[in-house]
């Protein structure tokens, strides 16, 4: 048996350029590609090993002109179509002296070269050395220019194909017009909350970022300040007297009443149980707003039985505000108190001292100027306001905010004046908020220098949780 052997000739890549007819070699040290012009070319690797790969840029002669554009004669530049599969992104840049039509520069893309579905379309100045650029979405692009109403002195344009590029380069110093080219970013934006975790930044109602400010009182207000409440807090003294001194501005204050309490007595147990109108037709749904024995803050609905005592759902040691929630006005005057008889005047406890709170029938809410800073929290007083309100009386007043830390006394937080002829108004913004911590009392005193006066005043806190 006869053998035969094929010798296999090696050589290396670096030193082989082959006839574009002739395969390459079986055997090499290397990679190699061939061009589409048929000629063989080595593919290298980076320093890290990385196939090195690269898309050259290139000008569209297609959707490339220099020849001036003019009115009498053609007045319109349209390229032709020019495949972009494998490019990245679309420059088209324009020099000219003439301005051109409105939306005369249209970067046209089509799927077929045929039918032309998608543009870009931009206005260019006249003077204007503008760039554009596009990201291709289809096979096909092609580029057509409509000049204005003048004959150009000079016309420029000229596309460029490139794998990848910035798109966009913009000096601070230069003016932004609507035709710029820009960037489109679609995103959504997180933030860490407080307790660990990211939460999605949404938008308002009004599909506009939705911002808040701690310090602005509407975000407040709107509860889009989380931990952060706002309450505002207003009363009325209606009929006192000089000899009264400083009388608490709260409903009770009323020369005569049978409620007559010029002095808020704040309770040192969470005694406060009892509700009950002095107009026995009253069984309306009464919303109480207050503290219990932890300085919690409780809201409950309590239905009146006239003027027949009801125990209220939870026992308070704060009550600071009452409000009728039914569709009926009150008929008599509403009292919160601590438990008591009643036997001298119905739906009134016979020792005044232990009523809390009292809605006149006309307001069907409490008017009081006291509050208490529940567990938890920190009250943030912004303003206070205060007023005169008797238009045919001439009266001085003297205002004080009084605050009490839990444990200590009344101490001044401010004091000032109203010297007025008739009805009068003054209200005070912090510049930087008073501050009252936790379990904190806080109310409006006034006095007068003229008898029968009738004053209101209040103010406005932000509750933080801590």
Known sequence: MTQSSTELTVQKLENWNADKSVNPPIMRR????KAS?????????????????????????????????????????????TEILNYGIVFVNVSTDVASATDGLSIQQSSDGTNWDHSDKYTVPAGGNKNYSINPFAKYV??????????????????????????????????IIDDDDAELVTSVLKAKANGGGYVNI????????????????????????????????FGAAPNFDVENG???????AEDGAVWELMN???????????????NDGDTQDVEIQGLDANYDLVIQTI??????????TTDLIRVFRVKNVNSSNFAGHVIVYENDTT??????????????????????????????????????????????????????????????????????????????TGTSYIQHEYVEPEVFAAKTDIEMQMDTDIDAAGVAGGFDIVLVAN
């Not at 290397?30 to 590609?33: C, E, K, N, P, T």
């Not at 057509?144 to 380069?169: A, C, D, E």
């Open 246 to 252: 400083f009388v608490t501005v709260w409903d009770g």
């Open 30 to 33: 290397g990679i190699m590609g």
């Open 343 to 420: 036997g001298d005047d119905p739906g009134v406890p016979d020792d005044s001292s232990l009523i809390r709170s009292v809605v006149h029938p006309e307001n069907n809410q409490t008017e009081m100027a006291v509050f208490t800073v529940p567990d938890g929290y920190t009250g943030y007083m912004r303003s206070w306001y205060a007023s005169t309100a008797g238009a045919k009386r001439d009266s001085s007043h003297t205002i004080k905010i009084l605050a009490r830390p839990f444990g200590q006394v009344f101490q001044l937080k401010h004091k000032a004046n109203i010297d007025v």
């Open 264 to 278: 808020y007595v704040y309770s040192t147990s969470a005694a406060i149980d009892s509700i009950s109108s002095t």
């Open 37 to 81: 012009d048929g000629s063989w070319y080595n593919i290298s690797v980076d320093t890290d090993g990385n196939l090195q790969t690269e898309i050259a840029g290139v000008v569209d002669d297609n959707n490339s002109t220099a020849t001036v554009l003019d009115p009498s004669g053609v007045n319109v530049f349209t390229g032709t179509s």
């Open 202 to 233: 949404e938008a308002t109602a009004s599909n506009n970022l939705r911002v808040t400010d701690a310090e602005s009182g509407l975000s407040v207000a709107k509860g889009d300040v989380t931990g952060h409440s706002f309450i505002h807090k």
């Open 303 to 312: 239905t009146l039985t006239g003027n027949t005592r009801k125990a209220l």
């Open 142 to 175: 092609r580029v057509v220019y409509t000049n204005g109403g003048t004959i150009q002195g000079h016309f420029r344009l000229q596309t460029v194909l490139k794998g990848n590029s910035k798109p966009s380069s913009h000096r601070i110093q230069d003016p």
